[in-house]
């Protein structure tokens, strides 16, 4: 008796039915059965369009070119960043829909694997070896009862904090589901265009807001002294507002607003000066001139989030 493969149709049309004949599937998987065997359960389950390739060149490519309401892929490919290129999906850097569905799939993951996936902005992590009645599953769920995103400085997904209590009033943002849409017979290309542009003016507001909040909490936790202690935090800081720097300058070209950028170079020379010749009193200098860069840009920020 032959081995099991990677997937089956074991319990593939257990729970309640829907009608996914419209959905269209990009899959990545670098292994030729298994990918073989998704797109096989996949048609058995009754999707119209799978779209499998093996490597992430061509991922790029169908994200890039062609419009997909699901998104399956290998986490781990050898010859490319799936998680970069799902973060880029999420800030529209890449493709027609920021908001598509994406599950995330590995072998055995370990928890690290599954915290990278979840601050990719993946719905979901499949892990493998699975049956087809879990992958089954996962569509599903993501169909069904999909999270809410939120928008951060780092990050742009489905909502992933486990803490309810933690999530302050304003901070979810629904999104369009194009593929509850049309496994539910709801689907309309119109309505469906006009939700999702006004959930991506909705989420580059909230990142606005969440760019000025951040930047007036380090204006003000900035550390003055010049002990060591004092130095290793500032450095903390330092490296912080580095990369705040670099995702506000993408954060200005995604929302067309070069004031945004100009201010993120003066974080950059602030930075650098930071790091130079450092006596009290340019610390107390640099540090007014980072309250006033701050403010000046958490003013700007609230403006385009107003």
């Known amino acids: 008796m032959s081995s099991p493969g990677p997937f089956s149709l074991v319990g593939a049309d257990s729970g309640p039915k829907v009608d996914l004949s419209g959905v269209a599937v990009v899959v990545h998987e670098p292994r030729t059965e298994v990918r073989r065997m998704m797109r096989l359960a996949l048609h058995e389950f009754g999707i119209g369009t799978v779209n499998d390739v093996a490597d992430f060149a061509a991922l790029q490519e169908q994200v890039r070119a062609n419009p997909f309401d699901l998104l399956i892929a290998e986490m781990e490919a050898p010859d490319g960043d799936v998680c970069g290129l799902l973060r880029a999906i999420r800030y529209g850097d890449i493709g027609r829909d920021p908001f598509v569905p994406a599950v995330l799939s590995a072998w055995n993951p370990s928890v690290g694997l599954v915290v990278k996936a979840v601050n990719a902005g993946a719905d979901d992590l499949l892990g493998k070896p699975a049956s087809a009645g879990r992958l089954l599953e996962r569509v599903r769920m993501v169909a069904r009862s999909r999270r809410p995103f939120v928008a951060a400085c780092d990050y742009v997904g489905p909502e992933r904090r486990k803490n309810p209590a933690r999530i302050k009033p304003g901070d979810l943002i629904e999104v369009p589901n194009v593929l509850a849409n049309k496994a539910g017979g709801s689907w309309q290309a119109q309505a469906h265009r006009e939700a999702l542009d006004d959930a991506v003016v909705r989420v580059h507001r909230a990142l606005s807001e969440r760019f000025a909040e951040k930047l007036e909490l380090l204006a003000e936790e900035f550390v003055e002294g010049l002990d060591d202690s004092a130095a290793e935090k500032r450095a903390a800081t330092l490296e912080t507002l580095r990369s705040l720097a670099d995702n506000l300058e993408a ?27 450092v006596t009290p009193a340019t610390m107390k200098r640099n540090k007014a001139l980072l309250r006033e860069i701050a403010g000046s840009i958490a003013a700007e920020a609230r403006r385009h989030a107003g």
Do not use: E, W
């Open 251 to 277: 954060h200005s070209r995604r929302i067309a607003l070069p004031t945004l950028a100009r201010y993120a170079d003066g974080l950059r020379r602030l930075v650098k000066a930071f790091q130079g010749n």
